[in-house]
């Protein structure tokens, strides 16, 4: 029973006993985010945004098939290998995920934590492992830009004007598969530990600036894992937040500043990551649950495996609206979610 105290460390994090090991992960991105910095890391692009679908939602589902099949055959495995996923989307009642994943027939939880989904999907998956109730979890989330801004914002066809503010949903899935057991290679990673994010709240009603409504509840969960470890940032390589943009990470910085942490050196932000500001027009920068999924199973994971990083914070950020609270005049809270990623 003390062994199993261990893992508990602090007001919000856990260190696993058996740290999860990635076994296999994809990257599935459309043809904006192919065209940005990052393009030539993902796994497969897809010219056509409707994915030869005749929805919007449609063409995400099959975006979230696409993912997990890669993620499952790049693992070696089959979906009956698979014992549990946990998987999400930004859509009402998780329609992305819940039509997407139906012939893969593996027992799921389905989850919502807004663009942060990745970082949350991860630390139940990592708890399952690590706790010894699976040997191979799935991790799976997506997001499409029309389907976003159809539910969230204004129909496309209504060509309104969007404020500099604003950021650009990813289209795009990404899939990461854990497993109790390393790969057969020297460029394992595994995830060390999480910290889980509380629901932070300042009073921001201006749905168009989600940097702004989630970069303080990406500070508390940051701010928490340094101080639940009694570390410094610098002993990460990076410190990378899902979609903060340009405003919501200047933002983050000058909290942590006002915290007593300097992160400025390394912090790395995917939405920043992933368009180039100057000639794809993104305003801030990139939103959505595949913003980070896609930067850390295309990028981020590459990093590690090639040993140029040996330890990352991963913060995916999501901003907790929904249209119903939106119309009604409420404020837009946030959470966020620490994965330590570690190459071993």
């Known amino acids: 029973m003390a062994g199993k105290q261990t893992k508990i460390v602090g007001k919000q994090s856990i ?17 904006k985010e192919s065209e940005g910095p990052l393009g030539t890391c993902f796994d497969k692009i897809e010219e056509d945004p409707m994915v030869g679908e005749n929805t919007w939602e449609e063409a995400e589902s099959k975006l979230q098939k696409e993912a997990a099949d890669l993620a499952i055959s790049k693992a070696g495995l089959t979906n009956s290998d698979i014992r549990y996923l946990i998987a999400g989307d930004l859509l009402g009642q998780l329609i992305a995920t819940s039509f997407g994943i139906i012939d893969l027939e593996i027992p799921m939880f389905g989850v919502y934590g807004a663009c942060s989904t990745m970082g949350e999907s991860l630390s139940i998956g990592s708890m399952i492992v690590d706790g010894g109730y699976a040997d191979k979890v799935m991790a799976l989330t997506s997001s499409h830009f029309a ?18 503010a604003a950021s650009w949903t990813v289209t795009g899935s ?25 629901v932070t709240d300042y009073g921001i009603k201006d749905s168009m600036n989600m940097g702004a409504c989630m970069a303080p509840a990406a500070a508390d969960v940051i701010y928490q ?5 009694n570390i410094q940032p610098d002993q990460y390589d990076k410190i990378i937040t899902g979609d903060l943009g340009y405003v919501g990470s200047d933002i983050l910085k000058d909290i942590m500043k006002e915290k007593g942490y300097d992160i400025s050196k390394n912090h790395m932000d995917c939405g920043i990551e992933i368009f180039n500001k100057e000639e794809q027009d993104t305003h801030s920068g990139g939103s959505g649950c595949a913003c980070s999924a896609i930067t850390l199973t295309g990028h981020v994971f590459k990093k590690l495996e090639n040993k140029e990083w040996k330890k990352v914070l991963f913060v995916p950020t999501g901003a907790l609206l929904s249209k119903v609270s939106f119309n009604e005049g409420n404020t837009v809270p946030g959470i966020a979610h620490g994965v330590i990623i570690e190459a071993c």
Do not use: C, H, W
Not at 19 to 25: A, M, T
Not at 150 to 161: A, E, I, V
Not at 225 to 229: G, T
């Open 15 to 31: 260190q696993f006993e058996n740290p999860p090991y990635v076994i296999g992960y994809s990257s599935i991105a459309g043809k």
């Open 147 to 164: 389907g976003a801004e159809k539910q969230f914002r204004f129909p496309l066809d209504y060509g309104n004007q969007r404020p500099l």
């Open 174 to 198: 990404g899939a990461v598969v854990l497993g109790n057991m390393p790969n057969d290679s020297n460029k394992n990673i595994r995830i060390a530990g999480i910290t889980t994010g509380k």
């Open 225 to 229: 894992n340094l101080v639940d470890f």
